[in-house]
C-alpha cells in the first residue's frame, strides 16, 4: 500500500514532496523496489542523523551546499555531487546555512541491491560520495520514480524495478570512469615523480618537495607509485643514488667521501651497506673490478 504522509512534520524545515512505498510480494522477493521517494528543499539547516535501517539511500544535491557524514567521516558536498549510502551504517545529512541545499533522493532496497552497493564501494574507494558528469539523467529516473509510486498496480513496480537499475548502473558506471581517469591522472603523477627524482637524487628533502608540489601526503604518494612501480617511493630514491654511486666509482677517480656526497647518500656506512647487500662487496673492491682505468 502507497501513502503520501509524511512520517515527521517538516513543517518550517522543508519544503518536500516525499511518496513512501510498500513493495508486493513478488517486488520484494525479486526486483529493485522503492521505500521513499522525494525532492526537497531546506529552509532551515537541520541534522538528520539514522542508523540501522534495511534500506540504500541515494541522493543528490540539485542547488546549495551542506554536509554528508559516514560512518564518521564527514563530506562537503555542493551541487552535482551524489551519495549512494548503506543505511545499516550511521549515516547523517545537514544543509549549509548560507546556502540551503535542494536534493532528490531515494530509499530503496531488493534483490541485487547489497551485490551492486559492494560493486560500487570497490570501484568508489570505499567513498560513499561521488561525482557524475550529467544529473539530468539522475533527475529523470527520479522523476520517472515519482511518478511509478502514484500508480498501484503490478506494471508501476516492474517500471519501478527497471528505473531502479538503470540508477545504480549509472552510479557504477560514473564512478568506474571516474576510476579510469584518476588511474590516468595518477599514472601521469608517478612519472613526474620519478623524473624529478631522476633529475634531483642528490636533494635531502625531495619527499617533502613532492609533498609539497603534489599537495598529497607522503603515504599516499608511494602508495600509488609502489602500484605503479611495484617499488616504495624512498627505497627508489636509494636506488637510484646507488647506481650514482656506482658510476662514480666507474667512471670517475673520484675519492670514496666524495663519492657518498654526489650520489646523495651522505653515509659511508649506509653506502658500504648497500654494496655488501646489493654486491657482496665494498665499495672499493667494486671499483677494482669494474673500472676501466683501474686496469
Known amino acids: 500500500m502507497d501513502t503520501n504522509n509524511t512520517l515527521f512534520t517538516t513543517s518550517g524545515v522543508t519544503d518536500s514532496n516525499r511518496i513512501l512505498h510498500t513493495p508486493g510480494v513478488f517486488a520484494k522477493k525479486n526486483l529493485l523496489y522503492v521505500q521513499e521517494v522525494g525532492k526537497l528543499k531546506s529552509l532551515t539547516p537541520h541534522k538528520s542523523q539514522r542508523e540501522n535501517l534495511d534500506s540504500y539511500l541515494f541522493l543528490s544535491v540539485l542547488s546549495g551546499e551542506g554536509i554528508v557524514t559516514i560512518n564518521g567521516n564527514e563530506y562537503e558536498v555542493k551541487k552535482g555531487d551524489c551519495a549512494f549510502i548503506n543505511c545499516k551504517n550511521i549515516y547523517s545529512h545537514e544543509s549549509s546555512e548560507n546556502k540551503p541545499w535542494e536534493l532528490m533522493w531515494v530509499h530503496f532496497n531488493g534483490n541485487m541491491a547489497d551485490s551492486y552497493f559492494e560493486l560500487f564501494h570497490e570501484h568508489n574507494q570505499s567513498h560513499g560520495i561521488f561525482r557524475p558528469a550529467s544529473l539530468r539523467e539522475i533527475r529523470d529516473i527520479i522523476d520517472n520514480l515519482m511518478n511509478c509510486q502514484k500508480e498501484k498496480d503490478f506494471k508501476s513496480e516492474l517500471l519501478t524495478g527497471e528505473y531502479l537499475l538503470r540508477l545504480v548502473n549509472f552510479c557504477l558506471i560514473s564512478v568506474m570512469h571516474q576510476e579510469k581517469e584518476d588511474h590516468e591522472t595518477y599514472r601521469t603523477i608517478c612519472k613526474e615523480i620519478r623524473e624529478y627524482i631522476n633529475e634531483h637524487y642528490q636533494e635531502h628533502e625531495i619527499i617533502q618537495e613532492l609533498v609539497k608540489k603534489y599537495k598529497m601526503k607522503e603515504e599516499e604518494l608511494d602508495s600509488y607509485f609502489q602500484k605503479m612501480y611495484g617499488i616504495a617511493l624512498r627505497d627508489y630514491i636509494i636506488n637510484r643514488r646507488f647506481t650514482a ?49 683501474v686496469k
Open 245 to 293: 654511486a656506482k658510476e662514480l666509482l666507474r667512471f670517475t677517480i673520484k675519492p670514496i667521501e666524495k663519492v657518498v656526497e654526489e650520489s646523495g647518500i651522505r653515509s659511508e656506512d649506509l653506502l658500504y651497506k648497500l654494496f655488501q647487500d646489493s654486491e657482496g662487496m665494498t665499495a672499493e673492491e667494486y671499483r677494482m673490478k669494474w673500472s676501466q682505468w
